[in-house]
């Protein structure tokens, strides 16, 4: 089933700008999997060396964290969004 | 919940009366909100994009005693969003400048100015004296540190945060509901997502985050409203929409679980460091005036600047070939690995990613990272270069 995963702006520079990618998948973790594959330079940031999810990237179905349901076995209907939500951390402005 | 026990409120003077009025008109505040406001102490981390409508919003509505932490010095460039700060402030620290803005919009505000870093050492002696932070940083390591700190001292966290055109905002309150890391149990490795200084900011968007923060902060003093303890508020400046998502606390979090396992401050330098895979090696970098040197020697290499097309045009790097950060490993197959290699974009932060990118991939030529970036190269080989 179709699936549509929401790009914040931090990780668009992995989609080529794009905000929102339609992919296939049955649950939260393939369909993440399937946006990955489609955009290989995003794979390290979405995932740590053991292919969990970084702790830096919730994963929203609705206004609910996937953590709060049933994680990347998260059961999704067609048409359903995915909403990647990055810890952002800008705010003042540091003289790196 | 009640922030500012009742035994710390005073009348209001005619003078304030005639000042507030437009609060005291409102049930919602009123006299006893007021008073609360004035008795009240509020801690602003950081005066930047969102700590400079926080401190004049915070400074105009009253607030009795205002904390103003940086170590910063106002710069030409933070001019476009840091709206408490002028251009005769240039140069000048910001929470000198921040004071002497705050005490002409209302001398009634007592300001303290804490003009250092804020650290592990100092926060906890810093923040103790305070009834709320409002969190205006720029790094994931004073987040981390703000956040920390506040649950130790039982303080609620009004945070903001901002990228480019979007913005978080929440109010972390661990006696109430869920604490930063409850959301983001811990910080991305270094430099894993840019900084506002690589990333650029529409300059309105902290205007709006940070005035939701100073919006949060009255509500917790006065003691109404819906806060926002339990929601995330996403905003999308450039699509002009609000998002609310549930944040649960979580029960296995490592400062406000049930079983934590951090019971003091730590060094949050070294634990932003330890999400880097310890089997990495380090990168090698080379300076500005290295690779001059090189390139008059006529030494092959293969250049590679990685911004993408809006931004090389504000700085062009002369002979550089173009492949924006997110083609690294799609485009792994244009790289000669007989050849050094060196990459280049604004500071030299994401030029590091497009290694680590190209690494991933298997890429066994020798890799460079240019010092600074481009900045660098206008700063001490090119001066006709914009640094930006």
Redesign the interface.
Known sequence: MSVTIQI???LR????RRADVLVEGTTAGEAISAFADL????R??LYE?SGAL???I?V?LG???I??LSGLDTKLKDGDTL?L???????????? | MNLIDDSRLADLSNDEISRYSRHLLLPEIGIDGQKRLRAARVLIV??????APLALYLAAAGVGTLGVV?F??V?A??LQR?IIHGTKDIDRPKTASARDRIRGLNPGVNVIAHNTRLTAENALDIMKDYDVVA??????QT?YLVNDACVLLGIPNVY???????G?ASVFYAKEGPCYRC??????PPG??????E?G?VGVL?GIVGTIQACEVIKLIVGGGDGLIGR?L?FDAWRMKF??????K?PLCPICGAEPSIRELIDYEQFCGISL?SDEAPIETITATELKKRIDCGDELQIIDIR?PHERAIAKFPGAKPI???????RVDEFDPEIDAVFLCK?G?RSIFAI??LR??GYKGRLLNLKDGVNAWARDVDSDLPQY
């Open positions: 914040p702006t931090a520079v992995f989609t080529d955009y290989p330079d995003i390290t940031h060396d970084r702790s830096f919730n929203y206004d609910a964290n953590k709060n909403m939500v990055p810890a952002i951390a800008g705010g003042a402005e540091s003289s790196e | 950081g005066t930047g994009g969102l700590g940086d910063d010095f710069e460039s933070n840091q969190d205006g940083t720029d790094n994931y987040r903001g945060s901002i990228y480019q055109f979007e978080q959301l983001y149990p811990s910080p991305p894993l997502v840019p900084s506002c200084a990333g900011v902290p995330l996403l998002r609310e998502l549930r944040i649960e979580d895979p993408e924006p950060l997110g083609q690294m490993a799609r500071i932060q680590r990118a991933d991939v």
